[in-house]
């Protein structure tokens, strides 16, 4: 089996006579092309029963970074520790007010460069492993984040 970026492809030698290409989405999401026999049967290497195919744990789980922004208003603090293996983490603002994110490690200050400012019910997709930081001009705003 070939993996390609949540592709999974079975490729045999050869097709033999009546054989197919089976193309559907595993239970993880992944796109798996196999190749089934005409009495539904999967060649050698093809199918869900091969120990090649079997997948566990593709997607992460996420971990929930939800909050409040600093009981003092205007002051920055750590919304996610850096973290190298992060593939994105999603920010929606359920509060009122706006919130600023900055996703470069730094302080956030709504209305500055570096920090996005989300009005109340936007959402943000962060896609950086740096530390990401929060701020509102009205103390305790609550967010949720989705770390994965």
């Not at 026999?37 to 060649?43: H, I, S």
């Amino acid at each position: 089996m070939t993996a390609l970026r949540g592709i999974y492809i079975q490729t045999p030698t050869a097709m033999a006579d009546r054989q197919q290409r089976e193309v559907r989405f595993d239970p993880f999401g992944a796109l798996v092309v196999n190749t089934a026999n005409a009495d539904g049967t999967y060649a050698p290497g093809g199918g869900p029963t091969d120990p090649a195919y079997t997948q566990t744990g593709y997607l992460p789980a996420g971990t929930d970074r939800s909050g409040t922004t600093n009981a003092t208003a205007n002051t920055s603090q750590q919304l996610a520790a850096a973290n190298t293996t992060r593939r994105g983490l999603n920010i929606q603002n359920i509060s009122a007010n706006p919130i600023g994110i900055n996703e470069f490690g730094g302080a956030a200050a709504i209305g500055t460069p570096g920090t996005y400012t989300i009005a109340a019910g936007g959402t943000i997709n962060v896609r950086t492993n740096r530390a990401v930081t929060v701020v509102s001009g009205t103390a305790s705003q609550p967010y949720t984040a989705t770390e994965f």
